[in-house]
């Protein structure tokens, strides 16, 4: 199964951050095609050592890497893109991880 982590930092509009992202961009991600789970982190993210500055962790869940890939090519997929740069723009520090997962 492929996963894609996204990771937001803390917002200076935490409120105006958390509507946009459930009300619009949750339900614009939920139709991506090939999307066979979609979680999101509740309450604080900590480290070990404490608080870490990180606010959101969505995490998606595809069959495999190929199936992210065209899910985000899809129409659906440029939308949530699109989307996604109007409440956390590039430059705002979101980082984003693409990953196939093996059992061990």
């Given amino acids: 199964m492929a996963r894609m982590v996204v990771i937001y930092p803390t917002p200076k509009d935490v409120e105006a951050f958390d509507r946009h992202y459930f009300e619009i961009h949750v339900p614009l991600a939920k139709?991506?095609?090939?999307?066979?789970?979609?979680?999101?982190?509740?309450?604080?993210?900590a480290t070990p050592v404490g608080a870490s500055g990180i606010h959101r962790i969505?995490?998606?869940?595809?069959?495999?890497?190929?199936?992210?890939?065209?899910?985000?090519?899809?129409?659906?997929?440029?939308?949530?893109?699109?989307?996604?740069?109007?409440?956390a723009p590039d430059d705002s520090g979101v980082q984003m991880f693409l990953f196939d997962n093996k059992e061990v």
């Fill in 31 to 45: 139709k991506l095609p090939g999307l066979r789970k979609y979680e999101v982190s509740d309450g604080p993210i």
């Fill in 58 to 87: 969505g995490t998606l869940y595809f069959d495999d890497l190929a199936a992210l890939e065209k899910a985000f090519a899809s129409p659906e997929g440029r939308a949530a893109g699109a989307d996604r740069r109007i409440y």
